[in-house]
């Protein structure tokens, strides 16, 4: 399985928003599959523990890349550092949640997660993508979220930036699959990463470990355009999308977000 993984992907890998959780895992797990991984975020320090973790199990090779996903200069920066690669999958797991009642934030953050958010994922598929295209093979993985799927309160603009980013992946899928590049929208639900378990410390319905999700989404690379991990997350998005009036729909997850705390960005 890793064999035809890397002869398809490899043999490098470009992970953005590694320092932890998911994109950590998406870098432990690339590497696994055999492709040599650069990582990128903004934590110079934390990027180099997570390239020792990769390093400690395995025999590829990890580059990192400290940038700021939320500049203009990102793409320009992980693309000189990466020139010389040959990058097969890219994953834009970056992310910056603002998290509260919208009029109680700031314009500023709210259009820096619009950077992060939306900015980066269009200029790193396009910097990327037509590198792959030209090759004729690739990957990109873009990270959206349950919440893409309706009007998500107290996390509004995260909640509209993932529903962009799962319409720009599935509008790519058509596009590029005929240029031999795969697209893959991974709508992620609750996920035990550091930021989510300070932001809930219970917890959230049918969360799940990075490993399941990280696992399920490279399975799937190829079979896009969208997936959703876990069964129970697949179940409640189906009753919220195809039983439930949007009305209600808006509501229940208003519900759960309510609870969450303090504003925490999401790995980057």
């Known amino acids: 399985m890793s064999e035809l993984f890397s002869s398809k992907y490899g043999?490098?890998?470009?992970?953005?928003?590694a320092s932890e959780g998911l994109g950590a895992e998406f870098g432990k797990q690339l590497a696994r599959?055999?492709?040599n991984v650069v990582l990128v975020a903004r934590r110079a320090d934390v990027l180099e523990q997570v390239k020792a973790s990769i390093l400690s199990e395995t025999k590829q090779e990890v580059r990192c890349v400290t940038a700021d996903l939320s500049s203009a200069d990102a793409v320009k920066l992980v693309a000189e550092a990466t020139a010389s690669l040959d990058i097969g999958v890219v994953?834009?797991?970056?992310?910056?949640?603002p998290l509260g009642p919208f009029l109680e934030q700031s314009v500023d953050?709210?259009?820096r997660a619009i950077d992060v958010n939306v900015r980066g994922p269009i200029a790193f598929s396009h910097h990327f993508g037509t590198r792959m295209a030209a090759q004729g093979r690739g990957g990109l993985v873009l990270l959206s979220s349950l919440t893409a799927f309706q009007g998500s309160p107290f996390?509004?603009?995260?909640?509209a930036t993932k529903a962009f980013n799962?319409?720009?992946a599935e509008g790519l899928w058509f596009e590029l699959k005929q240029r031999g590049v795969d697209v893959l929208s991974v709508c992620a639900g609750a996920t035990?990463?550091?930021n989510l378990m300070k932001?809930?410390?219970d917890g959230a319905p049918g969360m799940l470990e990075p490993a399941q999700v990280v696992t399920e989404a490279l399975d799937r690379l190829g079979g896009g355009p969208t997936m959703i991990p876990g069964v129970f997350n697949r179940f409640a998005s189906f009753m919220m999308r195809r039983v439930l009036s949007r009305r209600m729909t808006i509501s229940i997850m208003g519900e759960q977000t309510r609870k969450l705390q303090k504003p925490k960005e999401l790995p980057r």
């Open 33 to 35: 599959r055999g492709l």
């Open 166 to 168: 799962l319409t720009f």
């Open 192 to 194: 035990r990463t550091p």
């Open 11 to 17: 043999p490098w890998a470009l992970v953005c928003g």
């Open 199 to 201: 932001a809930a410390p």
């Open 91 to 97: 994953v834009y797991n970056a992310a910056l949640s």
């Open 155 to 159: 996390v509004t603009t995260y909640g």
């Open 109 to 111: 953050e709210s259009l």
